[in-house]
Nanobody, 122 residues
């Protein structure tokens, strides 16, 4: 089992930045790829960014490329999502998830956190 806890969300003006953190507990977190997803009100949950277990491979949704950066520190059991140049359309609950192999589909992920709210005002 892997438990995931997100933090770092909040209210920010358009153009601002936030850094989300996902702290994991449980077995062998460093063996898992990790992804960030988000869900806006009335919309389906969507993939935002993912990183392989060793950090060598990353993937991003087109909507966040060049603005968001995913990274991880396995010594701290933590994955980060640095979000720059935030837009109102980035407003959503952001979720961290873990999987054995890096993917972009929700059903590929086995463990999920509870989410953290990000609100971007215009």
């Amino acid at each position: 089992q892997v438990q995931l806890v997100e933090s770092g969300g909040g209210l920010v003006q358009a153009g601002g930045s936030l850094r989300l953190s996902c702290v994991a507990s449980g077995r062998s977190f460093s063996s898992y790829a990790t992804g960030w997803f988000r869900q806006a009100p009335g919309k389906e949950r969507e993939f935002v960014a993912g990183i392989s277990w060793g950090g060598r491979s990353t993937r991003y949704a087109d909507s966040v490329k060049g603005r968001f950066t995913i990274s991880r520190d396995n010594a701290k059991n933590t994955v980060y999502l640095q979000m720059n140049s935030l837009k109102p359309e980035d407003t959503a609950v952001y979720y961290c998830a873990a999987t054995m192999a890096l993917g972009v589909r929700l059903d590929e992920y086995d463990y999920w956190g509870q989410g953290t709210q990000v609100t971007v005002s215009s």
